[in-house]
């Protein structure tokens, strides 16, 4: 059975939590539903997280987030895939130094950031709940190392990433845009770093399937979290446009495959 919806526990210490601390958390958890929201799904209607209960028990808040319903516009199971995942992303890092199933690299960073005590917040643990609550994952120190060390470039390499931009931003203390392209090939999400002279052309591709190539930046477990891009080129949406696999096939040289037809090496080939 899935879940109805996600508990978040804010262990406070001998100071109570500030009530700015106390948004704060609720927004950073929120925003990373709504990102991996965006990786799972395409042109969706959003969910709207609103509060399921809160109650003290102990020196602990116990918070409780549910998606209102959105009559025939999308299943309510379907908006609370990214609870689980959330909570599975935050159990992965728990784990291991890299990027969760639907994360983007900000939504590591979030995580990593409410991995910090702040204000009052000793710690923060996430669970799903559904009659019952499931088991906790707490944001500790060790999820923060790792969350950190998953989107921290560890070796270089030039390449192409072709994919479908979700998302555009400003970085404006260097005055580019960054793109978030989710990876038709590794099924993950990278961000894409653009220079002025391609500014025009990246804003022109939100919603759009793309190829970019540059400089791409691999974490430690070789998954791509960044791509400095030198090169940006909208792609068709489908498969139009594409050479047919009989053209490919009938390009081929009879010579390459020893005089034979392309039937017959294939025939001897599965012999």
């Known amino acids: 059975m899935g ?12 100071e109570r939590a500030e009530v700015a601390r106390f948004t704060r958390t609720l927004d950073e958890v929120v ?19 609103i509060l399921g209960g809160v109650r003290h028990s102990g020196n602990s808040l116990i918070i409780r987030l549910t998606p209102r319903e ?8 379907d908006m609370l895939v990214p609870v689980q995942a959330l909570v599975d992303g935050a159990r992965t890092l728990e784990r291991e130094p890299a990027v969760p199933r639907l994360f983007q690299p900000t939504t590591v960073n979030r995580i990593a950031d409410l991995s910090a005590p702040h204000e009052g917040v000793r710690s923060v643990s996430l669970a799903t709940y559904n009659g019952r609550v499931g088991r906790r994952v ?4 060790k999820v923060k190392t790792n969350a950190l060390a998953a989107v921290q470039p560890n070796q270089t390499t030039y390449g192409t990433v072709v994919g479908r931009v979700f998302a555009v931003g400003e ?18 999400v990278v961000e894409a770093v653009t220079p002025e002279s391609l500014e025009s052309a990246a804003r022109d591709a939100w919603r759009h399937r793309v190829i970019v190539g540059g400089e791409i930046r691999l974490n430690a477990r070789g998954q ?18 594409r050479p047919a696999v009989g053209a490919l096939l009938g390009s081929v040289s009879t010579e390459i495959l020893g005089g034979l037809s392309v039937d017959e090496f294939l025939d001897r080939m599965r012999g």
Do not use: C, H
């Open 70 to 77: 959105a009559p025939l516009k999308r299943e309510l199971s």
């Open 3 to 14: 879940a109805n919806g996600l508990q978040v526990t804010l262990r406070q210490g001998r």
């Open 138 to 141: 707490e944001l500790s120190d």
């Open 171 to 188: 970085l404006r203390k260097r005055r580019v845009l960054k793109l978030a392209i989710r990876d038709e090939n590794r099924n993950e």
């Open 31 to 49: 925003r990373s539903l709504k990102e991996i929201d965006e990786v799972y799904v395409d042109r969706a209607t959003r969910p709207v997280w």
């Open 224 to 241: 791509a979290v960044r791509i400095d891009v030198d090169r940006l080129e909208r792609m068709p949406e489908d498969n139009s446009g």
